[in-house]
C-alpha cells in the first residue's frame, strides 16, 4: 500500500505539473471530459489514500469539483485549476501562521530540531513570503484567464510560475545559507 500511496502522489504532482500543457493543447482533441474525469480520479485516489482528514477533504474536494466541471462541460473553468491549487497552497502557509510552528518551521526542525528563537522568526517570514507569492500568483493567472490570454495562461502556469518558485526557493536557500550561515 505504501507504494501505491507514493505512486498515487508522483502521478498527481507530475499531471497538476503539466496539468496547463495537458488542458491547453488536450482540450481541442479530447474537450472537457476526458481532462475533468482524470483529474477527478487522480483526487480521488488521492483522498483514498491519504492519512490525514485535513488532506482527504480537500483532496475530496478537488474531486467534486471535476467531476462538476465534466458535468457541465466548462471550458472556461478548467483554466481555474491552477489557481485553485495556488489558493490552496496559500490556505495552508497562512493558516500555518496562525498554529504554533508555521510550515516553513515545520520543515526547518527536520533538519534543525532545536531552533533557536531567531529561526522561529525567520521560518515565519519566510511563510510569509511564499503566502505573498502564492497570493500573486493567484492575482496574475486570474488575470490572465479573465483577460482570456490563453497562450500566455499556459506559458506562466506551466513554466513561468514555476521557475518563479525555484527563485525563490533558490534564493532563500543561498540566503540562509551564506547570508544566515544556517
Not at 77 to 90: D, R
Request: aromatic fraction near 18%; glycine fraction near 6%; charged fraction near 10%.
Amino acid at each position: 500500500m505504501p507504494r501505491l500511496h507514493a505512486a498515487v502522489n508522483a502521478v498527481l504532482v507530475l499531471v497538476s505539473i503539466l496539468y496547463p500543457f495537458i488542458w491547453y493543447f488536450g482540450q481541442q482533441y479530447t474537450g472537457v471530459i476526458p481532462i475533468a474525469v482524470l483529474m477527478a480520479i487522480i483526487w480521488l485516489l488521492r483522498a483514498l489514500f491519504s492519512k490525514k482528514l485535513l488532506q482527504k477533504l480537500l483532496s475530496a474536494m478537488l474531486m467534486f469539483l471535476f467531476v462538476l466541471l465534466a458535468w457541465l462541460h466548462s471550458t472556461a473553468a478548467m483554466y481555474w485549476y491552477p489557481v485553485m491549487v495556488s489558493m490552496l497552497l496559500l490556505l495552508v502557509f497562512a493558516a500555518s501562521l496562525f498554529s504554533r510552528q508555521s510550515i516553513i518551521e515545520r520543515f526547518a526542525r527536520l533538519q534543525h530540531p532545536d531552533l533557536p528563537d531567531t529561526g522561529v522568526r525567520y521560518t515565519r517570514r519566510v511563510t510569509q513570503i511564499w503566502c505573498g507569492f502564492f497570493c500573486m500568483n493567484i492575482l496574475f493567472t486570474s488575470g490572465l484567464i479573465l483577460g482570456k490570454y490563453w497562450h500566455a495562461w499556459a506559458v506562466y502556469t506551466g513554466v513561468i510560475s514555476y521557475l518563479l518558485m525555484g527563485v525563490l526557493f533558490g534564493g532563500e536557500f543561498l540566503y540562509r545559507r551564506f547570508r544566515l550561515k544556517i
